[in-house]
């Protein structure tokens, strides 16, 4: 199958750009299809570490590299990713992509602010302007990259015609200033728009084409299902589409099958507030080390589970079988990559939930739309014995018994095969078992 789709299976951070730059061997094209530089992807190559948060990961392999048109796009940012690899970089951008504007950044600050006073408990966004540049989108006053990258009058009028109704929004509806200036911020897209200009790509044509032909290409997907708009936890989750159904939206392909690879922690982890069933820091948003159970600062700390974008402590957790039960049946994946593994060896005993208990009642029903009921499910864990340094295991029978066992109990209980095991950050830190490259 020419096509293949990378999809996070928990709440992000599990590994896709790894795993994405491992399939980048082969490919011809990566296509980023959703979110946008709330995502932050790391890759190591011979030590050296890469964190791209616009550029799909395969821009290191030199391959065809696209952003489609759910992706929502601030030049900004993407200049200076640009110009980290400019020399080799192969981009191409759909005119149809939705820009960040400095006031999506002001009002997701103040979106914040209004949720935590309102409720006590903010969303814990990247204050990247995520949710407010989607919702200009849907509701049709989005600036596009085919404007950014057009006519200069036309898109100085646009942004001056859309700072005017931000601006009062912000006065008149929140009381505060604008954080940006308008003069800096019409000369600064101007510069942008001409800057990013020669990437105007269409990418459904060119994927449509790719696919004909033939061709390998990657979806990569961003965040994780449990993220989602719709099937993820809302309101704790960003606004936009990381399942692997969204492909096809974003991309304007028709509906085809293609491969789909779930990726998984070997634990789980949340930036961000919500119900975390298996949560190992008591449930609190921000983490508080020092409430924090042992385990959950010994693979945190091991784990180096601190946000790529935000720098912000991750919330950890022990594997949920429940969860991901569950986003397998929204993704249906083909097989499942296990990363950070070498991050649970030196525990003494490591738990996985096979179910939660719920006023008395075993259940393993994964209420993603009940924050309440979730908030209030106990796991029911199975217990493994622990493990000793695995990652210089290059082969699956080089992993101890007690590390075997425990992916084998996660492959029984969601019913798809563990193709890879990652040992470590690097390249070569992998364990492949039957995975086939596309
Ligand atoms: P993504 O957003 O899904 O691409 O994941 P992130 O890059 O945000 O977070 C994953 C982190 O774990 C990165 O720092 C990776 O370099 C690192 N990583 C990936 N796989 C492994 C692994 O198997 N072991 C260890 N120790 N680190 C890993
Ligand atoms: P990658 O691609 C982990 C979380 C934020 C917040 C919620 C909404 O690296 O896996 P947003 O800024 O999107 O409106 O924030 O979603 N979040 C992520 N958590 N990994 C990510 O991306 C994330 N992108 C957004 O922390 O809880
Ligand atoms: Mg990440």
Redesign the pocket.
Known sequence: MPAICVI?AQ????G?GKLVDILGETADVIVRYQ?GN????TIVVDGKKYTFHALPSGVLRGVRSLIASEVVLDPRQLFDEVEKFKTDINLGIDPRTSIIMPWHNDL?NIGEESRKKSTGSA??????G??PCYEDDKNRSGIRFYELVGDPKNLEGRIREVHDTKKRILEQVYNVKPSYDIDETVRSYLFLGGYLRDYLADVSQEVGNALKENKKVIFEG???TL?DIKFGNYP????SHPMSGAVFDSVGIPPMKMRTVGIIKAYVTK??SGPVVTCLDNGLWPVDESKSNFEGNYIRNKGGEKG??TGRPRRVGWMDAVALKYTHRLNSFSDLALMKLDCLSGLDKIKMAVAYEHDGKVTDDYRSWDLKFLSECKPVYEEFDGFGDISSARRYRQLPKNARKYVSRIEELVKVPITVVSVGPGREETIYRNFKKL
């Not at 709440?11 to 599990?14: K, L, N, T």
């Not at 709330?38 to 992807?41: E, P, W, Y």
């Not at 969303?123 to 990247?128: A, E, P, Q, V």
Request: charged residues 20%.
């Open positions: 996070g709440w992000g951070d599990e896709k979110g709330n995502a932050g992807h997701d969303i814990g966004t990247t204050s990247r995520i949710g961003a965040q994780g993220l704790k989750v960003t606004s930036v961000g790529t974008t």
